[in-house]
């Protein structure tokens, strides 16, 4: 499609400009969420350097849609953002990419997600969303992009968050939680049919180094996927060949009790498409455990499937956190020294998903609250289960 540019000349376009080559500018405007006093300071900010736009007028212009908020028009952008600025929407029907401004609040929570919900509501990102078509994303990006340091592909519900806070505890670390920009990347071929298999390959690396943008030279960068994911091995694998990748974990009836407590979109049907996992017709009338075991049970086999791709290891639940000093930062070559290691185990010490709140172990209590129809269900996944335990053993 065509590159509709902003008009430069307008108040908005060259404020716009004009913050963008202002990294210092922009964090402080970032750290003001009331309306009065954002337009107050930048409207001051902004009559400085000659453009004509007063506190009023700033506070009276419209806000545009960014990533499902139908508030207005994105103007498209030529190039990416500077540091500080992430992708937070891949939108499909504009074929274009949005950015949101983190600043230096960056990647702390357990999900990207929450990230992006912070961040969305300042009033910067209310009133100067960046959108780039997905031309110009591919082509900003850089031509030996940056390979994560190690990726995290999980069965769900087995301490996949914990390790990514373990890993977020240092601050060298950068931990990208389940980024959705990127899992709608992974489903690009099953919404529209496309894009070809390398041309997937180029948009991950892309969203990669767009994720990437701003950390530290000398830090580490870690990404933690979606659990059906693993079913994109192939895909992440032709990305990031050299990359070494886990797969954790863990006893099936304790998955299928926390699922069955709330249940994960890829385990609702109708959010991705049942056949993806094997599931035929049938699945309509499948009981919800069931469901939801088979889901797991072929998210879990896909792994085994791309064992042969190389650069895997399995990682138990049971195992956590211990391991992450003794085998999952050595996997992903990283030698753990004392200042890490107790960061993580304080961050190991807190509830993965509620940071404020003391970690409680519960796989004693999912065990005795599973009924007749999880145990049933947990049928699906025990031989896949009992296979991923021996290859571990082994």
């Not at 499609?1 to 400009?17: G, K, T, Y």
């Not at 690009?188 to 892309?206: E, F, M």
């Not at 961050?347 to 007749?372: V, Y």
Request: glycine share 8%; aromatic share 8%.
């Amino acid at each position: 499609m065509p590159l509709e540019l902003p008009v430069a000349d307008s108040p908005r376009e060259r404020f716009r400009a004009a913050l963008l080559a202002d990294p210092h500018a922009t964090r402080d405007l970032f750290a003001l969420r009331e309306p009065e006093e954002f337009a107050a300071a930048a409207s001051s900010w902004a009559v400085s350097r000659g453009i004509a736009i007063d506190a009023a007028e700033l506070a009276d212009l419209p806000a545009p849609a960014l990533a499902g908020h139908p508030l207005g028009e994105v103007p498209l952008q030529p190039g990416w953002p500077p540091a500080g600025w992430l992708p937070v929407h891949f939108a499909i029907e504009a074929m274009a990419v949005d950015w949101a401004y983190f600043g230096e609040d960056l990647l702390r929570r357990p999900f990207y997600a929450d990230a992006i919900i912070k961040v969305r509501g300042h009033q910067l990102n209310r009133l100067f969303p960046y959108r780039t078509a997905l031309d110009v994303f591919l082509a900003g990006a850089p031509a030996d992009p940056p390979a994560p340091d190690g990726l995290i592909f999980h069965m769900s519900r087995c301490g996949s968050t914990l390790t990514a806070q373990m890993l977020a505890a240092c601050p060298e670390n950068r931990v990208l939680s389940e980024p959705a920009p990127l899992d709608t990347i992974v489903q690009l071929p099953l919404l529209i049919g496309w894009p070809d298999g390398a041309t997937q390959v180029r948009l991950v690396q892309a969203m990669v180094a767009a994720l990437a943008q701003g950390r530290d030279p000398a830090g580490r960068l870690f990404l933690k996927l979606d659990s059906w994911h693993t079913l994109a091995l192939p895909l992440f694998r032709a990305a990031f060949p050299e990359t070494p990748w886990i797969y954790l974990y863990r006893e099936p009836v304790e998955v299928l009790v926390s699922q069955m407590r709330m249940r994960g979109a890829q385990t609702a049907p109708g959010v991705l498409p049942p056949q993806l996992f094997g599931i035929g017709p049938e699945g309509e009338t499948l009981p919800d455990a069931d469901y939801i075991a088979r889901v797991l049970a072929r998210t879990s086999e896909a792994v085994l499937q791309g064992w042969g791709l190389g650069g895997g290891m399995l990682v138990a639940y049971p195992e956590l956190p211990d391991a992450m000093a003794t085998r999952i930062l050595p996997h992903f070559g990283v030698t753990p020294d004392g200042g890490m290691i107790a960061r993580m185990r304080t961050a190991a010490s807190r509830d993965a998903k509620a940071p404020n709140a003391t970690f409680q172990a519960d796989a004693e209590a999912k065990r005795r609250e599973a009924g007749e129809a999880v145990l049933a269900a947990a049928t699906w996944l025990d031989p896949v289960h009992a296979r991923l335990e021996a290859m571990r053993a082994g």
